[in-house]
């Protein structure tokens, strides 16, 4: 998966030595739409684009998305 988001294979050498914790979606109803919160890594990269950090799932605040019904 890292592979395929386009990490490069030193910085998922560097993620997997860290050993990450599992992204979190948590869905809810909110009337008639459905509000997400996501919570997942966050990678930092330096200089040369090498890795600098990577926070672990509730280390940053979690992403609000709303998701609507487009017909109706």
Excluded: C
């Excluded at 988001?5 to 030595?17: D, K, R, Y």
Aim: net charge positive; aromatic share 10%; glycine share 12%.
């Amino acid at each position: 998966m890292l592979d395929f988001l386009g990490f490069a294979p030193n910085i998922q050498q560097a993620m997997l030595a860290r050993g990450p914790m599992p992204s979190v979606l948590l869905v809810r109803f909110l009337g008639t739409s459905l509000s997400g919160q996501w919570s997942g890594i966050l990678v930092t990269k330096g200089e040369h684009e090498r890795f600098k950090d990577l926070k672990q799932p509730g280390e940053t605040p979690a992403k609000t998305y709303a998701f609507t019904n487009p017909a109706g």
